[in-house]
């Protein structure tokens, strides 16, 4: 089958730095996502991982483990616009393209 | 930056009725995807497509839903016959190339069936 958890909701401090965790079981495995999605609007991507290891993006770094089903999100610096849901995705095996596998999402409430 | 968009924002049809979806995808992109979002829910895939054909569909994706490229720039859904549990927000997504490539999301199209 196909699984993928994440907590629901968190809340963070503005400046401080929030690690989000994804754990995933799919039938197959070609990558893993993170989107952020403001309400009512479109998931826009943040980062990809394939390989094991740390992808640092600006404020936003991600890091995956595949032989744990294992990746996080680690937001820095956190502004008050980083409040969203944020979105685990895993493309598995499937077709040509591999289709994304969404998680529920993480919503994360950032206060002054 | 090119984007994906997508038309109407908003759309609301009697349950029964037929609804089409567009799309215009990232120009040099050549896969595209369907999804959607029911209120509250996760996105959900729903087919994918590529040198005109489907490449994969989900089970939400049945007889009642279709795909289309009319034309060099749109990609079309379409719902046949309506049903309220149809209403959901649709996004449209493109992708340069297939596996391992970044799929960009449109803004969405909000369905309501009522």
């Known amino acids: 089958g196909q699984n993928i958890d994440q907590p629901t909701e968190m809340t963070a401090t503005e400046g401080a730095i929030v690690q989000i965790n994804c754990t995933y079981q799919?039938?197959?495995?070609?990558?893993l996502f993170w989107y952020q999605q403001h309400a009512g609007e479109a998931p826009t991507f943040l980062s990809y991982?394939?390989?094991?290891g740390l992808e640092e993006k600006g404020r936003f770094s991600s890091f995956l483990s595949r032989s744990k089903g294992y990746s996080y999100l680690l937001l820095k610096e956190l502004q008050m616009k980083d409040s969203a849901s944020y979105l685990c995705a895993v493309r598995g095996y499937g077709g040509s393209q591999g289709n994304l596998i969404f998680g529920k999402g993480t919503k994360l409430s950032v206060k002054p | 930056e090119p984007e994906v968009t997508q038309t109407p924002s908003h759309q609301v049809t009697q349950m029964g009725q037929e609804v089409i979806l567009r799309c215009v995808p990232i120009?040099?992109?050549?896969?595209f995807y369907w999804y959607r979002q029911i209120l509250g829910q996760k996105v959900e895939f729903l087919v994918s497509f590529y040198n005109n054909e489907i490449s994969e569909k989900s089970e939400i994706f049945d007889d009642q839903f279709s795909v289309e490229r009319p034309d060099g720039s749109n990609f079309t859904l379409k719902i046949r016959s309506t049903k309220l549990e149809d209403s959901a927000m649709y996004f449209c997504?493109?992708?340069?190339?297939?596996?391992?490539?970044?799929?960009?999301f449109g803004p969405g199209t909000r369905l309501l069936v009522l």
């Open positions: 120009s040099n992109h050549l896969y």
């Open positions: 799919t039938s197959g495995f070609n990558g």
């Open positions: 991982n394939v390989l094991d």
């Open positions: 997504a493109s992708s340069e190339r297939g596996m391992g490539e970044t799929q960009y």
